[in-house]
């Protein structure tokens, strides 16, 4: 067996030259086929995300979306229950504190004000506490008609808004700069009609249907209804808001909460299924992923004809030692079998450095191309409401992140098993070559 | 019975335009232990066509080759190369990018014979190439010191049955005399049976037996000894 090794490597150190070639063709097709798989798996990745945190952003996106209806919407709610619903969530904490004792620290409630935070129209009027201009100017998100807020008019407070053109042309809205809306009882006049993302390349994930490009300010206790219409309407899971103390005045919750449901009013808009904004967003990426495939398939054929031909050439020019070995008396199969032996060798030092090199490459590549790294956030902000301080949590995953690829050790397993099995076939013809060597023609004159 | 090979009824043809050329017809021949044979013949007698055959590189159209009076065919001619005929060339046929040391440690591992270092560069000494030579690439030494190495891996491996093909033709006349030599010493001294093709009557005559391959009926004539 030592022997047998020993002979191999001598085999390859004395052919260096055509070793290298070999080593090289196989890291170039090793490399790409690292890369079209790899760049799948984060494809995937990122598609699994964004549809997660659409199905969180819908949920939120419905308060100034639906449409009112008397119907209760898919994904939204019906505006006529409203106080049925506050009342069953008042009756839902009052059930809360009952089990956990109004001593207890904490009170769930189940919202995420933020999340309507950041999807309700942008306006401006004396509540205004968050608000940044560069959105304007850096982030594409150009005005395409009117103007963006004055200085002044941010302290000042005229009620004023921007309108997100989607908004502005959906359905019936017909919205123009100068017209007024109405958000709870309030009138806001639009100023500016702001452009959405749609013209945007394609290759830029950070492509985000229009309706999430609105940033609400309105007054933390009307978000924090919205919030909490939502939370019974929408039939939320997961409790994301922690309401901070253990002293709830019910009654005062309830009169509170009822006195802002009678003033809301309403937008007209669309309902959009998950499905509609998945595939929106899914279409960038899935063309991201083409182009990924497109060169890395084109780079794996390329290089498995090279290999598959250098190696056949090889193969031939070594026939009459294969011959002379056959001749001693070693089996055409176990001939073949040094061979692979061989060439994986080579093969799999290719891919100690071409399988994280790329997997590397792919994620430099992914994040100049798409510029999106996904991570997790978490928020806490502290709001007022009846007279009690509260604390917000907001957790979710931000899209304008960078892109960040992992493969697990079964994946890079699978990865070294599949570079593996396309050098054997990349080698099937030498094995039908070396099985009908006939030394009696190879080496008697 | 003193025969390690026999043949019979052994013939062999191949197919020309749809027509079948016949190279051996019906031949029957025992080797006996312990001699020298030389095969001698016209060019296109068949004596290659002979050797690769007893040498278990061919099977033959029809007959049988009996090793020890066992078919090879039935004992598998891989396994009879490896075990019981080895063979030399007449270019040698060494493997280039290994030293005549690793050709003959090559031969043993095939054969699954122990690898000793000391008697593999003792055999390769008795052969006339010394350590420093033993450890050369064979793309380096010399034609005839070529051959020894070959004919030192067909021994080293211990088979009974040693059969060449014109072994001398890439040799002067000093180093053609040098290995009919050991091929006799083979048979004399350490009891090998020797089946060497030659086209020189001259090595032909250092034979025990001479036997001639007649060309134009396909078989096999003994010669006797010159």
Sequence with gaps: ?445 | MNEILKVENLSYYYMDGGKENIILENVDFSFEKDLFYAIIGESGSGKTTFLSLIAGLDEPKSGRILYEGKDIVKLGLSRYRQKYAAMIFQNYNLIPYLNAYDNVATALSIAKKKIDKNTVLGFLERFGIDGSRAKRKVEKLSGGEQQRVAIARAIAVDVDLIIADEPTGNLDINNSEAIINIFKELSKVYHKTVIMVTHNEKNARAADRVVRIDRLKHCLVYDGTY
């Design chain 1, 1 to 445: 067996m030592m022997e047998r090794i020993r002979r191999i490597l001598w085999s390859l150190w004395a052919r260096k030259k055509e070793t290298f070639i070999i080593w090289f063709l196989v890291f170039i097709l090793s490399a790409f086929m690292t890369l079209a798989y790899a760049s799948r798996m984060a494809n995937d990745d990122i598609l699994k995300r964004i549809e997660e945190n659409i199905e969180v952003s819908l949920n939120f996106i419905s308060p100034e979306l639906e449409g009112y209806e008397n119907n209760i919407l898919p994904g939204g709610f019906d505006s006529e229950n409203h106080l049925k619903m506050i009342n069953e969530f008042v009756a839902e904490v009052k059930n809360f504190i009952a089990e956990y004792g109004n001593d207890s620290e904490f009170v769930e409630v189940y919202s995420l004000a933020l999340e309507v935070n950041d999807i309700a129209p942008m306006g401006s009027d004396n509540n205004i506490y968050s608000y940044d201009a560069a959105v304007f100017t850096d982030e594409d998100y150009s005005i395409k008609d009117g103007r963006t807020f004055a200085e002044d008019e941010l302290t000042s407070g005229a009620r004023l808004c921007l309108m997100n053109e989607y908004f502005a042309t959906n359905g019936d809205n017909m919205i123009n700069v100068g017209d007024i809306i109405y958000l709870g009882d309030i009138d806001y006049q639009v100023i500016g009609i702001f452009g959405d993302s749609a013209n945007r390349s394609l290759l830029d994930t950070t492509y985000r249907y229009p309706k999430y490009l609105a940033q609400v300010i309105i007054p933390e206790e009307e978000i924090f209804a919205l919030a909490l219409q939502n939370q019974k309407a929408l039939g939320l899971k997961h409790p994301s808001i922690i309401i901070k103390g253990n002293e709830i005045d019910i009654q005062d919750f309830k009169e509170e909460l009822s006195g802002l449901i009678n003033t809301q009013t309403h937008i007209n808009a669309d309902i959009e299924t998950n499905e509609g904004i998945s595939d929106s967003l899914r279409k960038p990426i899935e063309n991201v992923g083409l182009i990924f495939s497109f060169i890395a398939y084109s780079m794996i054929g390329i290089s498995f004809i090279l290999l598959f031909s250098f190696v056949l050439y090889l193969a031939r020019k070594r026939k009459k030692e294969f011959g002379i070995l056959i001749a001693m008396g070693q089996s055409k199969l176990l001939t073949i079998g040094e061979f692979l032996f061989e060439l994986l060798l080579i093969a799999n030092l290719a891919f100690a450095l071409s399988i994280p090199l790329s997997v590397k490459m792919t994620e430099s590549i992914s994040h100049n191309m798409i510029n999106t790294n996904i991570e997790r956030q978490k928020r806490i902000a502290e709001i007022s409401f009846v007279d009690k301080d509260y604390e917000i949590l907001n957790e979710q995953e931000n899209l304008y992140a960078t892109y960040d690829l992992r493969l697990s050790n079964g994946e890079y397993l699978t990865l070294l098993l599949m570079n593996n099995g396309v050098i054997i076939i990349s080698s099937a013809m030498v094995m039908l070559l070396i099985a009908r060597i006939k030394p009696k023609d190879l080496l008697l004159g």
